[in-house]
Nanobody, 123 residues
Framework: QLHVVESGGGLVQSGGSLRLSCTSSEFTLDDYTMGWIRQAPGKNREGVSCINKNSAGTHYADSVKGRFTISRDSADNTVYLQMKSLKPEDTAIYYC????????????????RGQGTQVTVSS
């Protein structure tokens, strides 16, 4: 099973920061390419960032480059998404997924979708 639990979202003003966390009690995240995908109301799902197995590489959507940083903590079996300079357009539910394929493909299996974590950025 490849279920994860996301946390760290909240309400923040434009320009603020948040750090999202993704962890699992079912599997070792280091063994998989992991990614963050967001879903905003009325918009298509968007692949935000991903990190290859063993942190061999990362990918960022153009909309978040320079503002978001993805990382792993092997000891805590956690993947983080540090978000800075947040904008109202970053408002969405953020989901963490195992990525099946190249990092930038954001190929996921919805059966492993968690509850996500809500990020709301006020202007």
């Amino acid at each position: 099973q490849l279920h994860v639990v996301e946390s760290g979202g909240g309400l923040v003003q434009s320009g603020g920061s948040l750090r999202l966390s993704c962890t699992s009690s079912e599997f070792t995240l280091d063994d998989y390419t992991m990614g963050w995908i967001r879903q905003a109301p009325g918009k298509n799902r968007e692949g935000v960032s991903c990190i290859n197995k063993n942190s061999a590489g990362t990918h960022y959507a153009d909309s978040v480059k320079g503002r978001f940083t993805i990382s792993r903590d092997s000891a805590d079996n956690t993947v983080y998404l540090q978000m800075k300079s947040l904008k109202p357009e970053d408002t969405a539910i953020y989901y963490c997924f195992v990525i099946f394929g190249p990092c930038g493909s954001y190929r996921i299996d919805d059966q492993y979708r968690g509850q996500g974590t809500q990020v709301t950025v006020s202007s």
